[in-house]
Protein backbone atom coordinates (compact mmCIF):
# COMPACT_ATOMS: atom_id res chain seq x y z
CA UNK A 1 0.00 0.00 0.00
CA UNK A 2 1.08 3.45 -0.92
CA UNK A 3 1.85 5.65 1.98
CA UNK A 4 1.18 9.93 2.25
CA UNK A 5 2.92 11.52 -0.82
CA UNK A 6 4.11 14.91 -0.72
CA UNK A 7 6.13 17.38 -2.66
CA UNK A 8 8.56 19.04 -3.23
CA UNK A 9 10.37 17.67 -0.41
CA UNK A 10 12.57 20.46 0.21
CA UNK A 11 12.03 24.53 -0.63
CA UNK A 12 14.02 27.74 -0.39
CA UNK A 13 11.99 30.91 -0.32
CA UNK A 14 12.50 34.80 0.11
CA UNK A 15 10.35 35.95 2.73
CA UNK A 16 7.05 37.80 1.08
CA UNK A 17 7.19 35.07 -1.58
CA UNK A 18 4.32 32.56 -1.99
CA UNK A 19 5.00 28.97 -2.01
CA UNK A 20 2.30 26.00 -2.38
CA UNK A 21 3.16 22.23 -1.05
CA UNK A 22 0.74 19.38 -2.08
CA UNK A 23 -0.41 15.84 -0.29
CA UNK A 24 -1.58 13.12 -1.65
CA UNK A 25 -3.20 10.72 1.38
CA UNK A 26 -3.53 7.02 1.49
CA UNK A 27 -6.09 5.66 -1.06
CA UNK A 28 -9.44 5.20 0.84
CA UNK A 29 -8.30 7.64 3.55
CA UNK A 30 -11.52 10.42 4.27
CA UNK A 31 -9.57 12.22 6.56
CA UNK A 32 -6.09 14.43 6.01
CA UNK A 33 -4.10 16.78 8.21
CA UNK A 34 -1.73 19.38 7.81
CA UNK A 35 0.67 20.25 10.53
CA UNK A 36 3.34 22.42 11.13
CA UNK A 37 6.92 21.45 12.90
CA UNK A 38 9.59 24.23 13.80
CA UNK A 39 12.82 22.74 15.27
CA UNK A 40 12.67 21.27 18.41
CA UNK A 41 9.24 21.50 18.54
CA UNK A 42 6.07 18.63 17.91
CA UNK A 43 4.29 18.93 15.10
CA UNK A 44 1.36 21.22 15.86
CA UNK A 45 -2.33 20.92 13.87
CA UNK A 46 -2.60 23.76 10.61
CA UNK A 47 -5.73 22.37 9.34
CA UNK A 48 -7.68 19.12 9.23
CA UNK A 49 -10.25 18.09 6.59
CA UNK A 50 -12.75 15.35 6.32
CA UNK A 51 -13.36 14.41 2.94
CA UNK A 52 -13.22 18.08 1.30
CA UNK A 53 -15.06 20.08 4.21
CA UNK A 54 -13.11 21.54 7.14
CA UNK A 55 -13.22 20.28 10.38
CA UNK A 56 -10.86 22.09 12.77
CA UNK A 57 -8.41 25.41 11.23
CA UNK A 58 -8.59 27.21 14.51
CA UNK A 59 -4.42 27.16 14.48
CA UNK A 60 -4.41 28.07 10.74
CA UNK A 61 -3.33 31.74 10.13
CA UNK A 62 -5.58 32.42 7.94
CA UNK A 63 -3.92 36.35 7.10
CA UNK A 64 -1.18 34.21 5.19
CA UNK A 65 -2.15 30.66 4.81
CA UNK A 66 -4.94 28.91 2.35
CA UNK A 67 -5.70 24.96 2.48
CA UNK A 68 -8.13 23.02 -0.29
CA UNK A 69 -9.09 19.63 -0.78
CA UNK A 70 -11.05 19.90 -3.72
CA UNK A 71 -12.41 16.73 -4.90
CA UNK A 72 -11.93 15.23 -1.32
CA UNK A 73 -8.17 13.30 -2.17
CA UNK A 74 -5.46 15.52 -2.78
CA UNK A 75 -4.71 18.47 -0.43
CA UNK A 76 -2.57 21.82 -1.55
CA UNK A 77 -1.19 24.10 1.31
CA UNK A 78 -0.72 27.50 0.71
CA UNK A 79 1.64 30.52 1.96
CA UNK A 80 1.59 34.29 0.61
CA UNK A 81 3.08 35.70 1.60
CA UNK A 82 5.92 34.00 3.28
CA UNK A 83 7.68 35.06 6.84
CA UNK A 84 11.35 34.12 7.84
CA UNK A 85 8.98 32.46 11.13
CA UNK A 86 7.06 29.98 8.76
CA UNK A 87 10.64 28.48 8.21
CA UNK A 88 9.26 24.34 9.47
CA UNK A 89 9.17 20.87 8.36
CA UNK A 90 4.92 21.10 6.87
CA UNK A 91 3.52 17.84 7.18
CA UNK A 92 0.92 16.15 5.74
CA UNK A 93 -1.39 13.26 6.96
CA UNK A 94 -4.29 11.15 6.79
CA UNK A 95 -6.66 8.78 8.59
CA UNK A 96 -9.05 6.28 7.69
CA UNK A 97 -11.96 8.14 9.69
CA UNK A 98 -12.49 11.29 11.50
CA UNK A 99 -10.10 11.29 14.02
CA UNK A 100 -11.71 8.53 15.94
CA UNK A 101 -10.43 6.63 19.16
CA UNK A 102 -7.78 4.23 17.39
CA UNK A 103 -7.93 6.06 14.14
CA UNK A 104 -4.16 6.15 13.22
CA UNK A 105 -2.49 8.50 11.51
CA UNK A 106 -0.30 7.92 8.83
CA UNK A 107 2.16 10.76 8.25
CA UNK A 108 4.34 11.49 4.51
CA UNK A 109 8.08 12.73 4.66
CA UNK A 110 6.72 16.38 4.92
CA UNK A 111 8.38 19.06 3.17
CA UNK A 112 11.14 21.85 4.64
CA UNK A 113 10.84 25.01 4.14
CA UNK A 114 13.09 27.50 4.47
CA UNK A 115 12.31 31.41 4.28
CA UNK A 116 15.32 33.61 3.97
CA UNK B 1 0.87 26.69 27.37
CA UNK B 2 2.09 23.32 26.94
CA UNK B 3 -0.49 20.60 27.19
CA UNK B 4 1.99 17.50 26.75
CA UNK B 5 5.63 17.53 27.86
CA UNK B 6 8.17 15.60 27.57
CA UNK B 7 11.11 17.08 29.67
CA UNK B 8 13.91 14.43 28.42
CA UNK B 9 15.65 16.28 25.43
CA UNK B 10 17.30 13.13 24.92
CA UNK B 11 18.69 9.61 26.26
CA UNK B 12 21.10 7.38 26.14
CA UNK B 13 21.04 3.37 26.74
CA UNK B 14 23.22 0.61 25.41
CA UNK B 15 22.01 -2.15 23.45
CA UNK B 16 20.25 -4.71 25.23
CA UNK B 17 18.95 -2.70 28.16
CA UNK B 18 15.40 -1.14 29.24
CA UNK B 19 14.68 2.80 27.63
CA UNK B 20 12.34 4.78 29.66
CA UNK B 21 10.67 7.58 27.82
CA UNK B 22 8.41 9.91 30.00
CA UNK B 23 5.78 12.14 29.08
CA UNK B 24 2.97 14.36 31.20
CA UNK B 25 0.18 16.10 30.00
CA UNK B 26 -1.98 18.90 31.47
CA UNK B 27 -5.66 18.48 30.34
CA UNK B 28 -7.25 15.64 31.99
CA UNK B 29 -10.02 15.59 29.29
CA UNK B 30 -7.38 13.97 27.16
CA UNK B 31 -8.22 10.43 27.17
CA UNK B 32 -6.21 8.57 24.41
CA UNK B 33 -2.34 8.45 24.11
CA UNK B 34 -0.21 7.31 21.13
CA UNK B 35 3.67 7.38 20.70
CA UNK B 36 5.05 8.21 17.00
CA UNK B 37 8.52 7.17 16.34
CA UNK B 38 10.35 9.58 13.92
CA UNK B 39 13.60 8.74 11.91
CA UNK B 40 15.93 11.60 10.07
CA UNK B 41 13.79 13.05 6.84
CA UNK B 42 10.69 10.69 7.15
CA UNK B 43 7.73 11.53 8.88
CA UNK B 44 6.59 10.49 12.01
CA UNK B 45 5.56 6.57 12.37
CA UNK B 46 2.89 5.60 15.03
CA UNK B 47 4.32 2.94 17.37
CA UNK B 48 1.91 2.47 19.96
CA UNK B 49 -1.34 4.05 21.29
CA UNK B 50 -3.56 3.23 25.08
CA UNK B 51 -6.68 4.48 25.94
CA UNK B 52 -7.80 5.64 29.30
CA UNK B 53 -9.58 2.92 30.57
CA UNK B 54 -6.42 0.80 30.61
CA UNK B 55 -3.36 1.32 32.26
CA UNK B 56 -1.02 -1.14 30.41
CA UNK B 57 -0.78 -1.70 26.32
CA UNK B 58 1.89 -4.03 25.25
CA UNK B 59 3.05 -4.39 21.69
CA UNK B 60 6.30 -6.61 21.42
CA UNK B 61 9.27 -4.86 22.88
CA UNK B 62 7.58 -2.16 23.47
CA UNK B 63 5.01 -1.13 26.51
CA UNK B 64 3.02 2.60 27.30
CA UNK B 65 1.72 2.35 31.19
CA UNK B 66 -0.57 5.37 31.82
CA UNK B 67 -0.94 6.76 34.76
CA UNK B 68 -4.26 8.86 34.81
CA UNK B 69 -3.68 10.27 38.50
CA UNK B 70 -0.15 11.68 38.19
CA UNK B 71 -1.37 12.66 34.66
CA UNK B 72 1.87 10.54 33.02
CA UNK B 73 2.82 8.00 30.14
CA UNK B 74 5.71 6.38 29.68
CA UNK B 75 6.90 3.97 26.81
CA UNK B 76 9.51 0.82 27.83
CA UNK B 77 11.68 -0.31 25.08
CA UNK B 78 13.14 -4.00 25.94
CA UNK B 79 15.46 -5.00 25.28
CA UNK B 80 16.64 -1.77 23.11
CA UNK B 81 17.79 -1.98 19.59
CA UNK B 82 20.31 0.28 17.65
CA UNK B 83 17.76 0.72 15.20
CA UNK B 84 15.22 2.34 17.61
CA UNK B 85 17.88 5.28 17.68
CA UNK B 86 14.69 8.29 16.55
CA UNK B 87 13.08 10.86 17.85
CA UNK B 88 9.83 9.44 19.86
CA UNK B 89 6.83 11.60 20.31
CA UNK B 90 3.97 11.38 22.68
CA UNK B 91 0.61 12.71 21.85
CA UNK B 92 -2.68 12.48 23.13
CA UNK B 93 -6.21 13.41 22.06
CA UNK B 94 -9.74 13.53 22.84
CA UNK B 95 -11.81 10.46 21.43
CA UNK B 96 -13.74 12.37 19.69
CA UNK B 97 -14.43 12.70 15.88
CA UNK B 98 -12.40 15.78 14.37
CA UNK B 99 -9.79 16.61 17.64
CA UNK B 100 -6.65 16.77 16.60
CA UNK B 101 -3.22 15.32 18.08
CA UNK B 102 -1.46 17.56 20.66
CA UNK B 103 2.03 16.19 20.30
CA UNK B 104 5.06 16.88 23.15
CA UNK B 105 8.41 18.15 21.64
CA UNK B 106 10.18 14.68 21.42
CA UNK B 107 12.66 12.73 23.09
CA UNK B 108 15.66 11.67 20.88
CA UNK B 109 16.44 8.53 21.62
CA UNK B 110 20.07 7.07 20.99
CA UNK B 111 21.09 3.42 21.96
CA UNK B 112 24.74 2.22 21.16
CA UNK B 113 25.90 -1.03 20.40
Known amino acids: EAGVAQSPRYKIIEKRQSVAFWCNPISGHATLYWYQQILGQGPKLLIQFQNNGVVDDSQLPKDRFSAERLKGVDSTLKIQPAKLEDSAVYLC??????????????FGPGTRLTVL | DQQVKQNSPSLSVQEGRISILNCDYTNSMFDYFLWYKKYPAEGPTFLISISSIKDKNEDGRFTVFLNKSAKHLSLHIVPSQPGDSAVYFCAASLSQAGTALIFGKGTTLSVSS
Open chain 1, 93 to 106: ASSLNAGLAGDTQY
